[in-house]
T-cell receptor, first 117, second 115 residues
């Protein structure tokens, strides 16, 4: 149980185009979904927190107009990188959580490798 | 500012020995601390969670300790195997009650178990 999928697993795009990444919780309903970014040999950095039906909360330094997040249902969140540039090339990972009484475990997707040419 | 340090970028351990990884943090009051495993090109996989009022937690060959006075967690893998080779990440959540917060991760320790 508690499987999170991401699609696509990798994508290569030209500079200036937009790319959409999907994150799905396959066998549970996710109260909250998170989007992280990981550059080579670096730690995962939280980009934004997304609750179903409400606007995402972005971390400091993350441009909300560039990284559009839509959390339309309890099983799907999407991240759209708009007007992508080479510096946006990274490994994007989502996670989903179900808020339990005291602790909540995050279940991570397999990640999406974005390469912007 | 909040900071998490995993004090070894890489750790080489002989098969069968116990591997011990360290996670130190500053300027945090975490409700709990988590350890994840990450393989190359993959998302993190949850291993263990330890709460602020717990000192030790075990799961099969894994053991985690949590010292909120020292602001340190130790992660042990006993009877290590080559298949345990991966990057291990320490993560903190400073949730004070209600809601869910994103995690802050350390850079990880790349563990290599040599046959």
């Amino acid at each position: 149980g508690a499987v999170v999928s991401q699609h696509p697993s990798w994508v290569i795009c030209k500079s200036g185009t937009s790319v959409k990444i999907e994150c799905r919780s396959l066998d549970f309903q996710a109260t909250t979904m998170f989007w992280y970014r990981q550059f080579p040999k670096q730690s995962l950095m939280l980009m934004a927190t997304s609750n179903e039906g409400s606007k995402a909360t972005y971390e400091q330094g993350v441009e909300k107009d560039k990284f559009l997040i839509n959390h339309a249902s309890l099983t799907l969140s999407t991240l759209t990188v708009t007007s992508a540039h080479p510096e946006d090339s990274s490994f994007y990972i989502c996670s989903a959580t179900v808020l339990a009484r005291y602790t909540d475990t995050q279940y991570f997707g397999p990640g999406t490798r974005l390469t912007v040419l | 500012s909040q900071k998490i340090e995993q004090n070894s970028e890489a750790l080489n351990i002989q098969e069968g020995k116990t591997a011990t990884l360290t996670c130190n943090y500053t300027n945090y009051s975490p409700a709990y601390l988590q350890w994840y495993r990450q393989d190359p090109g993959r998302g993190p996989v949850f291993l263990l969670l330890i709460r602020e009022n717990e000192k030790e937690k075990r799961k099969e060959r894994l053991k985690v300790t949590f010292d909120t006075t020292l602001k340190q967690s130790l992660f042990h893998i006993t009877a290590s195997q080559p298949a345990d080779s991966a990057t291990y990440l320490c993560a903190l959540d400073s949730r004070s009650g209600g809601g869910a917060d994103g995690l802050t991760f350390g850079k990880g320790t790349h563990l290599i178990i040599q046959p």
